[in-house]
């Protein structure tokens, strides 16, 4: 059980509370021993000065002179004091009670009332204090403290607010341990749910993301980790079933004509072997293409973007297809905004702009005209590549960018679901506009 994440945080965050709730209560002795030194020193204060006050008295009677020596008892009760006062031979002068006793009916009320003395009689011995008068000993102070009520009141709600305090406190530390816990184990929980799921094959599981704290981009990087299974997996079956489909017909007319050959219905000669070369140079060349597909479509995943300066980008293209166009007679024109930068992988861009000039070179017949422009657009750049070709019927358009799709014979259909896949890598798309023997322009948007 103590495996438990949420066990070992819950035990956590229960012992800082129990430290806390712990230092709350030595506190609280530190405090009230603090208070009670307090007023021991404060009734040492006031022994001193009823000590003051009866030696005073005897040497201005030069004896013990009982009445006067009372009205010292009942100011001693006053501080808080209980006294007995002897002679030198040890015989009480008068204590506390018979100077109490001695009062009137109503000075007596008061003073019980307010020093409560009745409550005090069984507290602790008497404390005995020498008397001197000019280095004389003339008689002995005892005295014995009385309880305060207001500092026992004091005191008791002290006590009784700590008692409460911990009990609150404590209670409300246990539900916010319990609930702090579960909030900081779920997220964990869910992403080990969601591993799980996924190393089960379950591939769409995504962690929800509830908050923005190191949990919460563990969880974002995750969801990201698993997008990207997603597709690399969904791209491995796209790729099998594409290679299956389209490796079928050519290796067929290969083993037809090998089985003719060894039936002996086909002659071995320099020709068929000629034609079996071709195949697998066509072989080839599709493995080549779905290769550069399969790149293609994981280039979301490895694009190395960086500012290029789309003028002299183009530039670079065209001056090295430049001869091609020449060739073939047919104008290239080019035409593009002055200091127009673009966030791009140089590489998958200059892909892209090679497979449209190739296919309108393919496209356009002697004598025609390519166009390449550049331009920005709102808050997108714009590259368009037209031509004066045979162009694109229109029922063929929906289907252009499909793999392996071939509007015209020859060719192996990738080039434009190369640039396609590519386009949506940079989060950008493609539009196309073509009529049927008049050419088609092609125009990738890119943000900026």
């Known amino acids: ?53 009866i030696e005073g008295t005897y040497e201005k009677h030069s004896r013990w002179e009982e009445n006067t ?10 501080l808080g004091l209980e006294i007995k006062i002897k002679d030198a031979e040890g015989n009480i002068v008068i204590d506390t009670e018979k100077a ?71 209670g409300l530390a246990i539900v ?13 929980k869910r992403l080990v749910s969601a591993a799980k799921a996924i190393s089960e094959g379950n591939l769409k599981n995504r962690v929800k993301i509830s908050d923005k704290d190191e949990i919460g981009k563990l969880s974002e990087t995750f969801n990201l980790m698993a997008k990207n299974l997603e597709m690399q997996e969904s791209l491995r079956k796209k790729l099998i079933s594409n290679i299956a489909h389209e490796l079928r017909t ?62 002299q980008f183009l530039k670079n293209i065209i001056e090295r297809f430049s001869k091609l166009f020449e060739d073939k007679g047919i104008a290239l024109e080019f035409q ?16 892209i702009v090679i497979n449209l000039l190739s296919n309108a ?37 929906p289907f252009i960018f499909e793999r392996f799709f071939k509007a015209v014979p020859g060719g192996l259909g990738l080039g434009l679901a190369i640039v396609k896949e590519l386009v949506d890598a940079h989060d950008g798309r493609i539009e196309v506009k073509s009529e049927y023997g008049k050419g088609a322009a092609f125009t990738v948007y890119l943000p900026v």
């Open 1 to 53: 059980m103590l495996k438990s994440l949420w066990i070992k945080f819950l035990i956590l965050l229960l012992g800082v509370s129990i430290i806390a709730l712990s230092s709350a209560l030595v506190l609280r002795e530190l405090m009230i021993k603090d208070f009670r030194e307090y007023l021991e020193g404060e009734m040492e204060d006031r022994v001193y000065w009823v000590m003051a006050d």
């Open 69 to 78: 020596i009372a009205e010292d008892a009942v100011w001693a009760l006053m």
């Open 100 to 170: 109490v006793s001695a009062l009137s009916p109503l000075i007596k009320r008061r003073i019980m009332a307010v020093s409560n003395f009745t409550k005090a009689k069984s507290q602790g011995a008497f404390q005995p204090y020498p008397l001197f008068l000019k280095g004389k000993e003339i008689g002995t102070l005892e005295v014995r403290f009385l309880r305060k009520g207001k500092e026992s009141i004091f005191i008791d709600r002290s006590n009784r607010f700590l008692l409460s305090s911990l009990f609150a406190l404590g």
């Open 176 to 188: 916010l341990s319990i609930i702090f816990s579960r909030k900081l184990t779920n997220p964990i």
């Open 250 to 311: 050519p290796i067929s007319a290969m083993r037809g004509e090998l089985e003719g050959m060894v039936d002996g219905l086909i002659t071995t000669d320099k020709e068929q072997l000629r034609s079996l070369y071709e195949e697998t140079g066509r072989l080839k060349n599709l493995l080549d293409g779905i290769d550069e597909l399969s790149q293609a479509q994981a280039s979301a995943l490895s694009l190395r973007k960086q500012h290029v300066e789309l003028n």
């Open 336 to 351: 593009c905004d002055d200091g127009l930068l673009i966030n791009a992988d140089p590489d998958k861009l200059s892909q």
């Open 361 to 397: 070179l393919k496209a356009t017949y002697k004598n025609g005209i390519v166009r390449l422009i550049a331009g920005k657009k709102d808050a997108e750049v714009f590259i368009e590549v037209s031509d004066t070709g045979r162009g694109i019927k229109k029922d063929e358009i």
